[in-house]
């Protein structure tokens, strides 16, 4: 592929399936740019690319990579981006080992340009490293804004699906309810913390690990791996990581105000340049209607007889059973998709834990599941199925997560009735559908265009029950590429034989 539209094409920044990013340049005005590439049906995909393009053009800044150009040419459809040269910031770590001021420095730039998004009503949902360019003079520019959701649109995805990149999602991405600003700010604390110590603090070889680390574990402080940071700075990484939403900063601007409260930075936000400009436009028109009302007010002055008045005084002023037994009573919950959880048809989905005063009397909650999982009540640690007993807890609205290092994190929100044993019988093989993939020679699998592994796997995945997009590449042959429907089954083998190029 040599040319798509009116660009040239350079060179191939990445390519998957059919989304692809290369360097081009315009044909009659000569431009460099980054050009993002979408050659597949996938109405959800074109929307993304249209979304992306609105959205930037309506942020209009300095620290966001600015949209030249959309449209199709050749059934494909395209966006036209600002050309920034350097790196990613995952790159510049590969290579670079920031000094405390640059790390604080960096982190402010990128803090800076998603309070713009917040500012408009964005929120980003895919945060990560890779989509953060650092220019070769140390400037900031965020980019990728496919999955950008305003606000005012902000909704549970209703398949159940997770949107974002699974090792910068927040606890409330995984659990799939209703995002805020807050969600964003918990990626940026993890990217700071990556940024500091180019260690992930949640990382792991599966996702459903992953998954569990975010919902559970609290990483080791900043300044134990890099005490040469100052205390404020991982003071702010910990606000922005805590897990409950209501803990953390509500959005980027408070994230900045710790920043400017602590250090000093010798740029200013570039927010608006247009509008900058038309600032020092008024300040200077200003001045000038200043001098003259002052130069006309003093003629007159000079021309008026002059009282001397009375002397006045001045004053001065100056925050588990068997295997059978718990398919049996799962069978209700077969099919139902990731994240749910068999509710009474009076319940109702919330998005935040409820806690109940204590002044009710404590009730009994029986957590049954195939295979075993700890039991977690809004992030705590409850116990471990197969329980011995059951558990006193107040009634009340709970978020109940689950977790199997085998499988996906399992959450949603339940009600604890009161005088009455509360039974919870959940079986994720109903749930999820284990996936065994075979490949030969071997290959990168990408489920739903996310890389999970390389072939052979140490053990089988686990996805939800719907259709899903498969892709298997080795340089050396054709990619192969099909679609799977998980939906009614418990479990699917794929026997992939890729051919030579």
Known sequence: MDRIGAYIIEETISENGPSSVYIARHAKLGRKTFLKVYSGEDKTIIDRFEREAKIVADLNSASIVQIYDFGEADGKFFISMEYVPGQNLAQFLETNTPEPN????????????????????????????????????????????????????NRVTSTGALLGTPLYMSPEQINNVKLTASSDVFALGIIFYQLATKIHPFDAPQYGQVFSNILTQNPEPVVHKKPDLPQWFGQLIEQALQKEVHKRPKDAGQLLTLFQKHHTFNEKAETQPQASQSFVAKLFLSIFIFILIAGTGYYFYQKTPKIMPNPVAKT??????????????ADSASHQPQHQVVKEPSEEKTTQPVHTPPSQEPTLLLVQTY???????????????????????????????????????????IAIRPHRLNEITINLDSVFTRLEIHVVPWGKIYIDGKYVGTSPLQRPLFITKETHQVEVKNRYYHTWMDSINATNDSSLQLAVVLKEK
């Open 316 to 329: 001065d002023s100056t925050r588990i059973s068997t295997k059978a037994d718990i398919t049996q009573k």
């Open 102 to 153: 640059q790390i604080i420095d960096i982190a402010y730039q990128i803090t800076r340009a998603v309070t713009v998004l917040h500012q408009k009503g964005y929120i980003h949902r895919d945060l990560k490293p890779e989509n953060i360019l650092i220019s070769q003079s140390g400037k900031i520019r965020l980019t990728d804004f496919g999955i950008t959701l305003h606000e005012s649109l």
């Open 371 to 413: 295979p075993w999982c700890n039991v977690y009540l809004n992030y705590s640690l409850l116990d471990k199925t197969p329980m011995q007993k059951p558990l006193s807890v107040q009634p009340g609205k709970y978020l109940l997560g689950l977790q199997n290092p085998g499988y996906p994190s399992y959450s949603d929100s």
